[in-house]
């Protein structure tokens, strides 16, 4: 059986030569062409190869913010055939540290400003040799930028297999640790496929894509695709988000699709700006990471039209679980619109209800939501534990709660674990309550999740003090800042004599919420 794929780096390759002068990045009033891209990227790779001696396998890890240096820095992995590894880029030093360590990772590109980031990745990472600033490097670094300018020859791109790992999509665990899962060639090709089949159907090279979410994650992914079809991605000039800037680009670049989450959605239609700029040229708003309030979406159908489109998908299945095409977004309650779905099975994908026994069940009983087909990852890197878990009778387990109605439409109920989304991005408590019991005056702490009307939800602590001491928030939040990124912070605090436990003496967070809706704190 033949195994060797074709390398997704030569998606560059191809539009580079097709329509080379065509603009591929936009940063800012800055275009770079598919050519200059390409020529960039290609120059890059040799250095690494020739210089550094990075072969096929190896880890790359990436912290930036979004620039052209991290669109880049996917491509020169995907051609060597090496991993690309890219951090949330509010990740502390600590953190950053971890996947670095993790992930074996021998090279890292960091921006400026985040020199300690790259001296703890160093410091904990044995096989981390190398070390390429984007700016000016300091003593024993490279700069990106002058290994980009350099003059060489076209980069061929390294053989590959269908399983060849090209990147390492992290997800948080409830251990408290990411976890690397592995995207390779041959899944990635049926990703992209999909996502031009069931998300953006129709796109070409005259398409423009906004760019309002971390190039790390999800709108990586969505660059990669626009890439695909030779379609322009463009990114702000600021890397903090500016509602009236976002529509001001989408009517001079006549953006038609985009990807981003229910919280940006809401700040992007609620700001009086959207009122004066066209925005007609949209054809896909494209939300996922997070359920969306239904009054949010009315509203933003009201303002956009039916350009809505939804999708449930996790990083370990790229996304690509449901789809709610913008066809069946509905500003009317009717049982057409079956409000609070996340759309029916994507393309090629199966969807499963599971009980804990691994048997399907009915249509409205709820279980596990399972899936499986071309779009799962390949596993977690190095984490076989992790893996025989989420792997269980030949389904991957995504951990969160829902059902099926007669029609095959997916609804969410809940989650299996405490893990709760904030502004897009999942928050895991553990890792929060492993930080919050080192300090010296907590005895006990337990984080929930709760509703926040701004970002989805919010993470509310519980503290129990040790006899004879007492903590502020202020404190807490100081101690908690070198160990934990700040969007996972919690953003209230409640302090209690006792924590109820069950008869063998385990936290009981059921109980906890109940008591915290009682006391009105889950309204807070």
Not at 340 to 363: S, V
Not at 379 to 387: K, L, Q, R
Not at 467 to 484: D, K, W
Request: a negative charge; one cysteine or more.
């Amino acid at each position: 059986m033949l195994k060797n794929v074709k390398n997704l780096g030569k998606l560059l390759t191809d539009v580079a030569k097709r329509i080379p002068d065509e603009p591929g990045l936009i940063v800012g009033d800055r275009e770079y062409s598919w050519r200059e891209l390409n020529r960039r990227v290609d120059a890059v790779a040799t250095a690494f190869r020739d210089k550094l001696g990075l072969k096929k396998g190896d880890k790359l890890v990436v912290h930036s913010r979004n620039n052209l240096q991290i669109f880049e820095s996917a491509w020169v992995a995907f051609k060597m055939g090496i991993v690309w590894a890219p951090t949330n880029v509010r990740m502390t030093p600590h953190e950053a540290a971890y996947i670095a360590s993790s992930s074996g990772a021998v090279a890292m590109i960091y921006e400026a400003g985040a020199e300690a980031h790259a001296d703890a990745a160093k410091a904990a990472s044995p096989a981390l040799k190398h070390i390429i600033a984007i700016g000016k490097p300091r003593e024993g670094e490279f700069s990106f930028d002058d290994l980009a300018n350099a003059v060489t020859d076209a980069f061929d791109e390294a053989e590959v297999e269908y399983e060849d790992g090209m990147w390492f999509f992290y997800t948080s665990g409830t251990t408290g640790h990411p976890k690397a899962g592995t995207l390779t060639h041959g899944q990635m090709a049926f990703v992209i496929t999909n996502h031009l089949a069931d998300l953006m159907p129709g796109i070409t090279h005259k398409s423009r894509s906004l760019v309002v979410a971390p190039l790390s994650h999800g709108a990586g992914i969505h660059a990669v695709i626009n890439a695909a079809r030779g379609a322009a991605n463009i990114l702000p000039a600021s890397d903090r988000f500016d509602a009236e800037d976002a529509w001001r680009l989408i009517e001079k670049h006549k953006v038609d699709n985009m990807f981003t989450v229910p919280t940006i959605v809401k700040m992007l239609v609620e700001h009086e700006s959207v009122d004066r700029y066209d925005h007609s040229s949209l054809k896909f708003v494209i939300y996922a990471g997070a359920p969306m309030y239904r009054a949010d979406q009315k509203y933003a159908l009201k303002k956009l039209g039916k350009v809505l489109v939804q999708y449930y998908g996790l990083g370990e299945v790229t996304g690509n679980i449901t789809v709610l095409p913008p066809s069946l977004h509905f500003e009317e309650d009717t049982p057409e619109a079956r409000v609070g779905t996340c759309g029916y099975a994507r393309t090629g994908i199966d969807i499963a209800i599971l009980n804990p026994a691994g048997e399907k069940l009915k249509p409205f009983e709820t279980g596990e939501i399972c899936v499986r087909g071309p779009a799962v990852m390949e596993g977690y890197y190095n984490n076989p534990s992790a893996n025989e878990k989420a792997f269980k009778g030949g389904w991957f387990h995504t951990g969160d709660l829902g059902h099926l109605d007669e029609q095959g439409f997916l609804f969410i109920t809940g989650r299996e674990s405490d893990m709760y989304i904030s502004g897009g991005s999942n928050v895991y408590p553990r890792e929060i309550e492993e930080a919050l019991l080192l300090h010296a005056s907590v005895s006990e702490v337990a984080v929930l999740g709760v509703p926040d009307p701004k970002w989805g939800e919010s993470g509310v602590a519980v503290i129990v003090c040790k006899p004879g001491c007492s903590v502020t928030n202020e404190e807490l939040l100081a101690f908690i800042g070198e160990r934990i990124a700040k969007y996972k912070w919690p953003r209230y605090f409640v302090y209690w004599e006792t924590m109820p436990k069950s008869g063998y003496g385990k936290i009981v967070k059921k109980q906890i919420r109940g008591i915290l809706e009682e006391q009105g704190t889950l309204n807070v």
